[in-house]
């Protein structure tokens, strides 16, 4: 069987008035998300046309940057913000608010990833990975579990989580080109199998 072949179908060159993106994702309605230093950006899949959502202001901090990004839903979203976690959602009038800030982690959260829309998982360089639940009464995330990763400082760029399926979350952190890779039961909360010494220059979702 011949591999199918995948074309371009558009092409849009798209200008802003600030400088360009750090990370852009694609969102399950085809609009697309992106994140420029402080602030998440909004594009329209019709016409391209943009909305800052969300801007980081603090001038007493100047090395606050949104780290990371992902998507709950098509109108909630959830980013890192230094050692913080935010949830903001369409309110009205295509205004998005925070409506909720998880605090735990006591270093930088350098990756989230979400399962369906009520778990949200945190990696930080606190060296932990956790688990936030939804409650449904109150519809707000609370800290379901906390787990240290490892016995040394994460390299901040050679660390990832990656989910395997909804039980599984495959760990990797990197200790001057030696890496570890480790997977975790979500059900448990327990390391079920661990791969040490692995030689590698860069670890990333593509794998």
């Given at each position: 069987?011949?591999?199918?072949?995948?074309?371009?179908?558009?092409?849009?060159?798209?200008?802003?008035?600030?400088?360009?993106?750090?990370?852009?994702?694609?969102?399950?309605?085809?609009?697309?998300?992106?994140?420029?230093?402080?602030?998440?950006?909004?594009?329209?899949?019709?016409?391209?046309?943009?909305?800052?959502?969300?801007?980081?202001?603090?001038?007493?901090?100047?090395?606050?940057?949104?780290?990371?990004?992902?998507?709950?839903n098509n109108n909630s979203f959830c980013y890192?913000?230094?050692?913080?976690?935010?949830?903001?959602?369409?309110?009205?009038?295509?205004?998005?608010?925070?409506?909720?800030?998880?605090?735990?982690?006591?270093?930088?959260?350098?990756?989230?990833?979400?399962?369906?829309?009520?778990?949200?998982?945190?990696?930080?360089?606190?060296?932990?990975?956790?688990?936030?639940?939804?409650?449904?009464?109150?519809?707000?995330?609370?800290?379901k579990s906390s787990t240290i990763m490892n016995?040394?400082?994460?390299?901040?760029?050679?660390?990832?989580?990656?989910?395997?399926?909804?039980?599984?979350?495959?760990?990797?952190?990197?200790?001057?080109?030696?890496?570890?890779?480790?997977?975790?039961?979500?059900?448990?909360?327990?390391?079920?199998?661990?791969?040490?010494?692995?030689?590698?220059?860069?670890?990333?979702?593509?794998?």
């Open positions: 069987m011949k591999p199918k072949m995948v074309n371009l179908v558009k092409e849009k060159i798209i200008k802003t008035d600030f400088m360009g993106f750090f990370d852009i994702k694609l969102l399950k309605n085809g609009n697309l998300l992106a994140k420029n230093d402080r602030k998440l950006i909004l594009f329209n899949k019709e016409n391209f046309n943009y909305e800052i959502i969300i801007e980081e202001e603090d001038e007493d901090n100047k090395d606050l940057a949104i780290v990371d990004f992902i998507s709950i890192s913000i230094n050692n913080d976690l935010k949830i903001i959602q369409l309110i009205q009038n295509n205004e998005y608010k925070i409506i909720q800030i998880l605090k735990g982690h006591t270093n930088t959260i350098r990756k989230i990833l979400v399962i369906k829309d009520n778990i949200l998982i945190s990696c930080s360089m606190d060296k932990t990975i956790k688990i936030w639940e939804l409650d449904i009464i109150n519809n707000k995330y609370q800290l016995d040394y400082e994460i390299d901040d760029d050679f660390n990832n989580i990656i989910l395997v399926n909804e039980k599984i979350l495959l760990y990797y952190s990197n200790n001057y080109g030696e890496g570890t890779i480790k997977f975790l039961n979500l059900n448990t909360n327990k390391i079920i199998n661990t791969i040490n010494d692995i030689k590698c220059e860069t670890f990333d979702d593509s794998i």
